[in-house]
Antibody, heavy 127, light 111 residues
């Protein structure tokens, strides 16, 4: 059974940094891209970042590009999100999601279909 | 403001059929990129409902169906049940942003 467990959510001041982690189990981790999606309180979903199965390709939304870094450790089945220069607008529940995957060539690239999700971890940024 | 536009809310009577639209542009849906749909109940994580326009993951009832045409996509729910009350989000890839994007979400109410 696929299981994703996020951790690291906290309250921070604007300009600060925070690292989120997602522990995965129940599937061959290195064969699937992973993503982070966030949801501000009372708002809709916002795609944040994705990383290929081998970690060689990363993708970011314009709102976090240059401030957040997604990475993964396939030996530990974890994917992380390093969040720098935090803004009040980054306040949200952050979900880790497994990509459904497709055929892997030199790497397993994201398809955008997130078939399993964690329960999320809350990040609050204050001014 | 999302690149994919959904109605904020739709409603339908018990047992009836409703559709939720997702309107995009030529940089996303109209550019041939696939559309996926997610269902989210309050306080829980989203769940994949429809992928690649009209495919259901195992376990999703065939009361849920998806379609895509031009720059738009739709989610149809037939035989409405009280348990269908949730928020629904469409998602696609946007070539201008070079990123995946979600619609703003639609709250479905069963009357």
């Amino acid at each position: 059974e696929v299981h994703l467990l996020e951790s690291g959510g906290d309250s921070k001041q604007s300009g600060g940094s925070l690292s989120l982690s997602c522990a995965a189990s129940g599937f061959t981790f290195s064969k699937y891209a992973m993503a982070w999606v966030r949801q501000a309180p009372g708002k809709g979903l916002e795609w944040v970042a994705a990383i290929s199965g081998g970690g060689g390709s990363t993708y970011y939304s314009h709102s976090v590009n240059g401030r957040f870094v997604i990475s993964r450790d396939n030996s530990r089945n974890t994917v992380s999100l390093q969040m720098n220069s935090l803004r009040v607008g980054d306040t949200a529940m952050y979900f880790c999601a497994k990509d459904q995957g497709g055929s892997c060539g030199t790497d397993c690239y994201p398809t955008g279909v997130d078939d399993y999700w964690g329960r999320g971890t809350l990040v609050t940024v204050s001014s | 403001q999302s690149e994919l536009t959904q109605p904020p809310a739709v409603s339908g009577a018990l047992g009836q059929r409703v559709t939720i639209s997702c309107t995009g542009t030529y940089s996303n849906i109209g550019g041939g990129y696939d559309v996926h749909w997610y269902q989210q109940f309050p306080g829980t994580a989203p769940k994949l409902l429809i992928y690649v326009n009209n495919n259901r993951p195992s376990g999703v009832p065939d009361r849920f169906s998806g379609s895509k045409s031009g720059t738009s996509a739709s989610l149809a729910v037939t035989g409405l049940q009280p348990g269908d009350e949730a928020d629904y989000y469409c998602q696609s890839f946007d070539s201008t942003l070079n990123a995946w994007v979600f619609g703003g979400g639609t709250k479905l109410t069963v009357l």
